[in-house]
């Protein structure tokens, strides 16, 4: 039996240790809280990786998963492969015929033969690059990764050329019946490790040692994985380790300083992390970027360490590099520049829009991740909210509410885009202008879809039918706005970026060289843009320069890496970086 006295002296203690125990919770949340209190800078926090996430986070671990960005970039193996290669798969193009086969121990081959079999050349698969609309193919030669000339289609089940890709003329053999030149054929053969590298990947290096011009590239993970968007999760892993730390995020509303979340930006620096690769940048510090990699973490300022690249953007003081990347009026032609369709975009006029505000990375179907209530007109009624309604929409499009004439998309989101083997919608938000487009040489959305139609049609109709800003059912932009969208056309004459910099060039895919005046030669008439745009609803670009695979360290000063042919020595084309339709 235990005394009275004894069960007191028990109580006493329980009581003692209690208070005890309370005092250092209560002295270790406080630590915890000023701790979160504190903001930090995370550009020297080591990366954790996507595997690090999955243990608190298994439903945005899931969802991650699903996307196509998980699969980016992969190692070439059964799982990841998607291509059809084995003992009959060939492909002919123009004399050449390339065969995708598997090796005694599985691996994935391809090998070409020109001029009957007097040429043949081979190469391994090493990784994959893409899997959602096409996946193409990188060989490894020593230190460098190169993008293989075929790539496998995965809608139409079939290898294409990776020529065929880009809206460029076709190649011609020197004499009938020949086979075409071997860098006609390399047109688009690109080295990863400075190219392909900084957008399908997280914090890419490309490691370019600058007096033996050898790399020594490296990525935190392959693919575009978590710490992509929500920066490096060395800290965040290490400190969220405690407990008591999990708990006070579970019950407060304030940010976790060791990590970025993009929904709790701005809209300015949110779209930031999507046109880090959604947008082509210059830098002009390439020396920087080739050495250390991409210093770019999610929240900063990304005009801080790069400028998106414009119609009118000079390079070493020379002019029209780029301009056939874009329509007259500035607008994208091309794929991977949404992120300047988004600053041209009058929606910026509200602080909060972003990428998120039509987009959903962890939710909604993977082809396009929008968000799963803002699909179809949803995404602009969110804001728009007056042309919710049938009678509504019907009075502000002078369409049928239920067809496809009165998509907000349609109007203020045309398919005048090219890229990945297919027509994309403008990421530019604006007011439909059939004259101005006109005379701007782009198409307009009105003949887009009234084929049979002239673009005079479309001026008349849209003068006759449409007044901006009146009307309870009419645009909520005002004439004054609508002006201030027009001066934003010529955004990029505003400074040229890169202008008189040795050292400026794109980040991102710089796959071609550029030639301005064949470009300019090819560049089509008004006339010829509307037909093929109502005709296939695609653009033309800028013809690339042909390369071949070998690497060698660039001459002329420049700090830019390009190939040169392996046939012959030939001098370094002027230093430029330029984009492709893809």
Same mark, same amino acid.
């Given at each position: 039996?235990?005394?009275?006295?004894?069960?007191?002296?028990?109580?006493?203690?329980?009581?003692?240790?209690?208070?005890?125990?309370?005092?250092?919770?209560?002295?270790?949340?406080?630590?915890?809280?000023?701790?979160?209190?504190?903001?930090?800078?995370?550009?020297?926090?080591?990366?954790?990786?996507?595997?690090?996430?999955?243990?608190?986070?298994?439903?945005?671990?899931?969802?991650?998963?699903?996307?196509?960005?998980?699969?980016?970039?992969?190692?070439?193996?059964?799982?990841?492969?998607?291509?059809?290669?084995?003992?009959?798969?060939?492909?002919?193009?123009?004399?050449?015929?390339?065969?995708?086969?598997?090796?005694?121990?599985?691996?994935?081959?391809?090998?070409?033969?020109? &001029?009957?079999?007097?040429?043949?050349?081979?190469?391994?698969?090493?990784?994959?690059?893409?899997?959602?609309?096409?996946?193409?193919?990188?060989?490894?030669?020593?230190?460098?990764?190169?993008?293989?000339?075929?790539?496998?289609?995965?809608?139409?089940?079939?290898?294409?050329?990776?020529?065929?890709?880009?809206?460029?003329?076709?190649?011609?053999?020197?004499?009938?019946?020949?086979?075409?030149?071997?860098?006609?054929?390399?047109?688009?053969?690109?080295?990863?490790?400075?190219?392909?590298?900084?957008?399908?990947?997280?914090?890419?290096?490309?490691?370019?040692?600058?007096?033996?011009?050898?790399?020594?590239?490296?990525?935190?993970?392959?693919?575009?994985?978590?710490?992509?968007?929500?920066?490096?999760?060395?800290?965040?892993?290490?400190?969220?380790?405690?407990?008591?730390?999990?708990?006070?995020?579970?019950?407060?509303?304030?940010?976790?300083?060791?990590?970025?979340?993009?929904?709790?930006?701005?809209?300015?620096?949110?779209?930031?992390?999507?046109?880090?690769?959604?947008g082509q940048r210059l830098t002009s510090d390439i020396a920087r970027f080739m050495r250390e990699g991409d210093p770019f973490v999610p929240g900063n300022p990304l005009g801080a360490l790069s400028k998106p690249l414009w119609r009118d953007t000079t390079q070493n003081g020379e002019a029209g590099l780029f301009a056939?990347?874009?329509?007259?009026?500035?607008?994208?032609?091309?794929?991977?520049?949404?992120?300047?369709?988004?600053?041209?975009?009058?929606?910026?006029? &509200?602080?909060?829009?972003?990428?998120?505000?039509?987009?959903?990375?962890?939710?909604?179907?993977?082809?396009?991740?929008?968000?799963?209530?803002?699909?179809?007109?949803?995404?602009?009624?969110?804001?728009?909210?007056?042309?919710?309604?049938?009678?509504?929409?019907?009075?502000?499009?002078?369409?049928?509410?239920?067809?496809?004439?009165?998509?907000?998309?349609?109007?203020?989101?045309? &398919?005048?885009?090219?890229?990945?083997?297919?027509?994309?919608?403008?990421?530019?938000?604006?007011?439909? &202008?059939?004259?101005?487009?006109?005379?701007?040489?782009?198409?307009?959305?009105?003949?887009?879809?009234?084929?049979?139609?002239?673009?005079?049609?479309?001026?008349?109709?849209?003068?006759?039918?449409?007044?901006?800003?009146?009307?309870?059912?009419?645009?909520?932009?005002?004439?004054?706005?609508?002006?201030?969208?027009?001066?934003?056309?010529?955004?990029?004459?505003?400074?040229?970026?890169?202008?008189?910099?040795?050292?400026?060039?794109?980040?991102?895919?710089?796959?071609?060289?550029?030639?301005?005046?064949?470009?300019?030669?090819?560049?089509?008439?008004?006339?010829?843009?509307?037909?093929?745009?109502?005709?296939?609803?695609?653009?033309?670009?800028?013809?690339?320069?042909?390369?071949?695979?070998?690497?060698?360290?660039?001459?002329?000063?420049?700090?830019?890496?390009?190939?040169?042919?392996?046939?012959?020595?030939?001098?370094?084309?002027?230093?430029?970086?330029?984009?492709?339709?893809?």
């Amino acid at each position: 039996m235990v005394s009275a006295r004894n069960r007191l002296v028990l109580v006493a203690s329980a009581l003692a240790c209690a208070v005890a125990s309370a005092g250092v919770a209560t002295h270790g949340y406080g630590a915890v809280a000023r701790e979160l209190a504190t903001p930090r800078q995370l550009s020297d926090s080591a990366y954790a990786g996507s595997a690090a996430c999955k243990h608190c986070h298994p439903d945005h671990s899931a969802s991650f998963a699903r996307t196509f960005h998980r699969t980016m970039t992969r190692e070439a193996r059964e799982d990841t492969v998607v291509g059809a290669f084995d003992a009959h798969a060939s492909l002919d193009y123009f004399g050449v015929r390339a065969h995708m086969t598997r090796g005694a121990a599985g691996e994935f081959l391809m090998s070409f033969s020109a &001029d009957g079999g007097a040429r043949v050349w081979r190469a391994r698969v090493e990784r994959t690059v893409g899997s959602h609309r096409y996946q193409q193919y990188l060989a490894r030669d020593g230190d460098v990764y190169f993008r293989l000339p075929v790539a496998w289609d995965i809608a139409e089940r079939r290898f294409i050329h990776m020529n065929g890709a880009f809206l460029t003329p076709d190649p011609e053999p020197a004499s009938p019946g020949a086979s075409i030149a071997r860098e006609d054929y390399d047109r688009h053969v690109t080295r990863w490790n400075d190219n392909c590298v900084f957008c399908h990947n997280v914090h890419p290096n490309p490691g370019l040692d600058e007096r033996s011009g050898q790399f020594r590239t490296q990525v935190a993970e392959l693919g575009i994985a978590c710490e992509a968007c929500h920066g490096p999760a060395g800290e965040h892993v290490a400190r969220n380790a405690s407990p008591l730390r999990r708990y006070a995020l579970q019950i407060g509303d304030q940010a976790d300083p060791s990590i970025r979340n993009p929904a709790r930006m701005s809209g300015e620096r949110s779209a930031e992390v999507c046109g880090r690769c959604h947008g082509q940048r210059l830098t002009s510090d390439i020396a920087r970027f080739m050495r250390e990699g991409d210093p770019f973490v999610p929240g900063n300022p990304l005009g801080a360490l790069s400028k998106p690249l414009w119609r009118d953007t000079t390079q070493n003081g020379e002019a029209g590099l780029f301009a056939a990347r874009f329509w007259n009026d500035g607008t994208a032609r091309l794929t991977a520049y949404e992120f300047q369709g988004y600053l041209q975009s009058l929606c910026r006029s &509200d602080a909060t829009f972003s990428c998120e505000s039509c987009h959903a990375m962890h939710r909604g179907d993977p082809r396009g991740q929008i968000h799963p209530e803002r699909t179809g007109d949803a995404a602009c009624t969110q804001c728009h909210t007056q042309l919710s309604a049938a009678p509504a929409r019907a009075a502000h499009t002078h369409h049928d509410p239920a067809g496809p004439g009165a998509r907000c998309t349609a109007c203020h989101m045309p &398919d005048v885009v090219y890229g990945l083997v297919s027509v994309h919608l403008s990421h530019r938000i604006e007011v439909p &202008d059939p004259a101005r487009q006109a005379r701007d040489g782009r198409p307009d959305a009105c003949t887009l879809c009234h084929v049979d139609k002239t673009r005079a049609w479309a001026a008349q109709a849209h003068a006759r039918d449409v007044v901006v800003g009146e009307g309870a059912h009419q645009q909520r932009f005002s004439r004054t706005q609508r002006h201030e969208s027009r001066q934003i056309d010529r955004v990029g004459a505003r400074g040229a970026i890169g202008a008189g910099s040795g050292h400026a060039a794109r980040m991102g895919a710089c796959d071609v060289d550029a030639q301005p005046d064949r470009a300019r030669a090819t560049a089509p008439s008004p006339e010829h843009v509307n037909d093929v745009s109502r005709r296939v609803r695609s653009a033309l670009a800028a013809p690339p320069r042909s390369r071949g695979w070998r690497w060698r360290r660039p001459c002329c000063g420049a700090m830019q890496a390009r190939f040169v042919r392996c046939e012959t020595a030939q001098p370094c084309p002027p230093t430029a970086a330029s984009g492709s339709a893809r």
